[in-house]
Structure formats: C-alpha cells, structure tokens
C-alpha cells in the first residue's frame, strides 16, 4: 500500500480539467496571471503598509486613521480579491507542485495571519478605537516574510 503524498483533494485537483486547462495555457496567459497577481500584491501591500505604519505611529499622524482607513479600504478589498483570485488561478494550474512547496505553505499561513489581523485592524481604525501599534508593527512585519516566502517559492 502506498503513502499518499498529497491530500486526497489535492490529488483530484489536479486531475480537474480546470487544471489541465489552466495548466495547459499559452504561456503568456501565466505571463499575464503573475503580472496581475504581483501587481495586485503590491497594491494589497502598499495600501496595508499605509494604514499599519498610521496605527504603529510612524506616519501620517496629522490625519485620523479612521479616514485613511475609509479612504483605503476600497483599494485593500479589490487588491485581496485579485490577489486571492489570481493566486487560486496559479495554485490550480500547478497544484502538486505547489502543495509540495514549503515556501508556499509558508506563504498560504502567513496570508491567512495577514488577512485576519489586517481585517481586525481595518475594522478597529474605522470605528475610532485606539491603535493597536503592536499588531500593525506584526503585520508589517508578517507582510515581508509573506512577500519573502512567495519569492522563495519559485527557488525550492
């Protein structure tokens, strides 16, 4: 009997013909897919980073953080959807090589820590509460090794 090396629904995504679909794809629709992701992932960052180093007290101190918030929070959202939809494209069209990646596994916790303490903070500033310098600072900081990790993915 053998060991599985994947999860069972890993194994059948794999074998969807959403994969082979995607995976089969002209090479300039990946191309394409990446730039989105990257970009998306830069705008996520970007704006996230505006309102972490508002609530850490390192920036824009002239301004309330419950207007940066409510000015961002369009910008953030659309930027988590294209990243979320645009990495799920790349996921699926290679998945078991993905899924054997550490540095993607690591990646996928670290966003999953990001969204929820981003999300916390987003919802905090905007109701007026005090900041909470020390979990922007951890975001911040779980950003970096989120970004570091998506690039280690492509080297292991």
Known sequence: MSVPTHPAVIEWLAQTSVAHAFNEADPWIFAGVMSLHLLSLALAFGTSLILNLRLAGMGLRASPAANIAN??????????????????????ADVLKFWSNPAFKTK?????????AQGWLLHGA???????????AFTVLTWLAAIIAGRLIGLI
């Open 108 to 116: 996928l916790v670290l966003l999953i820590v990001i969204t929820v």
């Open 71 to 92: 000015y961002l929070q369009p910008y953030m959202l659309a930027a988590f959807s294209l990243v979320l939809l645009s990495g799920l494209w790349l996921f699926i």
């Open 126 to 136: 905007k109701s007026g509460a005090a900041p909470a310098r020390t979990v922007a």
